[in-house]
């Protein structure tokens, strides 16, 4: 059974925070993967990223990124600071149920619709809480059924033969494949094709 896209939303937001409870009590003052940012300031990214897409559809811009920045509480302890990705996730799969298809708006990578934003958040959750959780030492890597469909959205030249999750990790600079070196300078195309 294939999920709309609000329903991959909501999953990945399960996932991602299901996989981030098990770090609680771990060092989150350390680096997210090969990021330069701390587990918590990607937590923060995540909601920022996630809320601004929801906040994108709604405002509908034509030119421009939105004016509403959303935070997570960097003094609140883990497990409550964990709901601000399920409160992003819901707030743009809601966002995602309740617009009309023929609706875009302003990306920087591309002016996009509904199914663009909501596969721009599924990346942004999953791929940054496996960021996360590698610096946490938790071995986790996204599911195959949220990485296929971002695959196939936002990177239409992404090589194919690959397991879905990791052409996601490559297509996102995270990983290498057989015979293609880790990508850098990398970035989604998020035009309605």
Known sequence: MTLSWSDLVRTAADESTAVLEKG?????????????????????????????????????????????????????PVPAALEGIRIAGTLL?????????????????GHSDAAGFAAMGVLEMVVHSRDIARGLDIDWTPSDELSAPVVERL????????????????CTGRAELPGLPRQSGWRWYGEVR
Do not use: C, M, Q
Not at 93 to 109: K, L, Q
């Open 155 to 170: 990177f239409p030249d992404a090589p194919a033969g690959h397991d879905p999750a990791a052409t996601l990790l490559w």
């Open 93 to 109: 799969a809601n966002t995602v149920d309740n617009t009309p298809s023929d609706v875009r708006a302003w990306h920087p990578y």
């Open 24 to 76: 609680a009590d771990r060092n989150w003052a350390r680096k997210a993967g090969d990021l330069d940012w701390s587990g918590r300031e990607t937590l923060s990214h995540i909601a920022l990223g996630v809320v601004g897409y929801a906040g994108l559809l709604i405002a509908r811009p034509t030119d421009r990124y939105i004016t509403l920045f959303s935070s997570i509480d960097s003094h609140a």
